[in-house]
C-alpha cells in the first residue's frame, strides 16, 4: 500500500523568510496530493492541492511543487506570517481511493 | 453555514468503558469520513459513508470499534470496550456527493479520547 513520509516534523523560521515542507510517496498510481492546515483547537482544513497532470500550482503566497518522477511533492510558503504557525499534513489520494497522511510538520513563525 | 461538528470535544474513560463519539456533517454532504490520529503521528483513514451505506471501512483497527450512520445524516462511533491504545484524536469530515474521491473534505474539530 501507500506510504507518505514528510519532513521536517517540526521548522521553526523567521518572520518574513519562506517556509518549505516535503513529502515522499511510494505508489507510482496515486494522482491526487492535497496539503492541509490545522490549527489549534481546530480540525484540518485544505489549503491547497494539487493532481498529478500539473506541476505546479500556486495561491497567492503558498504554492505546491510535484515530482512524480521521483515521487515527491513540497508545500513552499513565502512571506511568512505569524497566522501561518500550525500544524501542516500532506496526503496522497492512492490507488484504492484513500487519503494516506503525512505525520505532520509543526510550523512556527518567529517575530 | 454551520461546518462539520463533533461532540464530544474531549473524553476521559477507563480501559474497558464504552464511549460514543457524534459526527453532523454539512447538511447536504452524502460523504463521511472518520480518522483518527494517535499522538503526533499521521491521520489514519478509518471508514467512509455514502449517505447511510458504508462504502469502506478497511481501516477500521478491530471489532470493538462500530460506525452508524442514521438515516444518512449524523454518524457515530463506539468504542466499546476501550483499550489504551485507542487514545487519540478522533476527526470526522464530509464531502460533497458529486466526485466523492478527491472533493475537498471539511473537518469537524476532533474529540480528543483518553483511555486510563
Known amino acids: 500500500g501507500e506510504n507518505v513520509e514528510q519532513h521536517p516534523s517540526t521548522l521553526s523560521v523567521q518572520e518574513g523568510d519562506s517556509a518549505v515542507i516535503k513529502c515522499t510517496y511510494s505508489?507510482?498510481?496515486?494522482?491526487?496530493f492535497p496539503w492541509y492546515k490545522q490549527e489549534l483547537g481546530k480540525g484540518p482544513q485544505l489549503i491547497i492541492d494539487i493532481r498529478s497532470n500539473v506541476g505546479e500550482k500556486k495561491d497567492q503566497r503558498i504554492a505546491v511543487t510535484l515530482n512524480k518522477t521521483a515521487k515527491h511533492f513540497s508545500l513552499h510558503i513565502t512571506e511568512t506570517q505569524p497566522e501561518d504557525s500550525a500544524v501542516y499534513f500532506c496526503?496522497?489520494?492512492?490507488?484504492?481511493?484513500?487519503?494516506?497522511w503525512g505525520a505532520g510538520t509543526k510550523l512556527i513563525i518567529k517575530p | 453555514e454551520a461546518g462539520v461538528t463533533q461532540f464530544p470535544s474531549h473524553s476521559v474513560i477507563e480501559k474497558g468503558q464504552t464511549v460514543t463519539l457524534r459526527c453532523d456533517p454539512i447538511?447536504?454532504?452524502?460523504?463521511l469520513y472518520w480518522y483518527r490520529r494517535v499522538m503526533g503521528k499521521e491521520i489514519k483513514f478509518l471508514l467512509h459513508f455514502v449517505k447511510e451505506s458504508k462504502q469502506d471501512e478497511s481501516g477500521m483497527p478491530n471489532n470493538r470499534f462500530l460506525a452508524e450512520r442514521t438515516g444518512g445524516t449524523y454518524s457515530t462511533l463506539k468504542v466499546q470496550p476501550a483499550e489504551l491504545e485507542d487514545s487519540g484524536v478522533y476527526f470526522c469530515?464530509?464531502?460533497?456527493?458529486?466526485?466523492?474521491?478527491?472533493?475537498?473534505?471539511?473537518f469537524g474539530p476532533g474529540t480528543r479520547l483518553t483511555v486510563l
Open positions: 505508489d507510482s498510481a496515486s494522482n491526487y
Open positions: 496526503a496522497v489520494g492512492d490507488s484504492n481511493y484513500q487519503l494516506i
Open positions: 447538511s447536504g454532504h452524502d460523504n
Open positions: 469530515a464530509s464531502s460533497q456527493d458529486l466526485a466523492p474521491l478527491y472533493n475537498e473534505q471539511f
